[in-house]
């Protein structure tokens, strides 16, 4: 099963408005977490490091009082778009990696939330 | 230049052939090497883990790599139309989470 939930997987709202994506850790516990963005045929691009306790850390070129972060708990963590724009539509995927776990960059990803800005 | 370069695809390919899948990476100081396969919609799921060159066989995959040339690679035999996917090829340095992936090779298996 998952290990890694997102909620929701599809949403769609009007533009100027605000839209909550949830991403939560199942079974373990997760200091940091990623948010990425993936559009259509392209790669997955790293937006920001959420870390549990302190604020997240930004990509170049993300807005980040546009894409708001919040470390809620060590199993939650959630990206606000904030008066979403048609160009914002895309895959959001978070990730975290499995607390203790020796791999670096064995992250396990959430099932990815697509956002659709009339 | 991106730090990860993987042809995109689409690659069209009968069930049961052999498939290669390919990157080349251009940071020295990756040291991490993961394929992530990823089904139409869906977030992406690790397949293979390797860390040094050489080669590291599961099941019908085998990862390669290759540190001299920078180029790592995915071989997939006896495919099945259940492979049918994207598989994005990633690296990281040592230390730390940071996966750059590459842009994804979409992979389809016919009947």
């Known amino acids: 099963g998952a290990v890694v939930s997102q909620h929701p997987s599809w949403v769609i709202c009007k533009s100027g408005t605000s839209v909550k994506i949830e991403c939560r850790s199942l079974?373990?516990?997760?200091?940091?977490m990623f948010w990425y963005r993936q559009f259509p045929k392209q790669s997955l691009m790293l937006m920001a490091t959420?870390?549990?306790?302190?604020?997240?850390?930004?990509e170049q070129g993300v807005e980040k009082d546009k894409f708001l972060i919040n470390h809620a708990s060590l199993t939650l963590s959630t990206l606000t778009v904030t008066s979403a724009h048609p160009e914002d539509s895309s895959f959001y995927i978070c990730?975290?990696?499995?607390?203790?776990?020796?791999?670096?960059?064995?992250?396990?990803f959430g099932e990815g939330s697509r956002l659709t800005v009339l | 230049q991106k730090e990860v370069e993987q042809d995109p695809g689409p690659l069209s390919v009968p069930e049961g052939a052999i498939v290669s899948l390919n990157c080349t990476y251009s940071?020295?100081?990756?040291?991490?090497f993961m394929w992530y396969r990823q089904y139409s919609r869906k977030g992406p799921e690790l397949l293979m883990y390797?860390?040094?060159?050489g080669n590291k066989e599961d099941g019908r995959f085998t990862a390669q790599v290759d540190k001299s040339s920078k180029y790592i690679s995915l071989f997939i035999r006896d495919s099945q139309p259940s492979d049918s996917a994207t598989y994005l090829c990633?690296?990281?340095?040592?230390?730390?989470?940071?996966?750059?992936f590459g842009t994804g090779t979409q992979l389809k298996v016919e009947l």
């Open positions: 990633a690296s990281v340095t040592g230390g730390g989470n940071k996966l750059t």
């Open positions: 390797t860390y040094s060159s």
């Open positions: 079974d373990f516990q997760a200091t940091t």
């Open positions: 990730s975290a990696p499995r607390a203790g776990t020796a791999l670096t960059g064995e992250l396990f």
């Open positions: 959420s870390n549990e306790g302190s604020k997240a850390t930004y």
């Open positions: 940071n020295s100081a990756f040291q991490y």
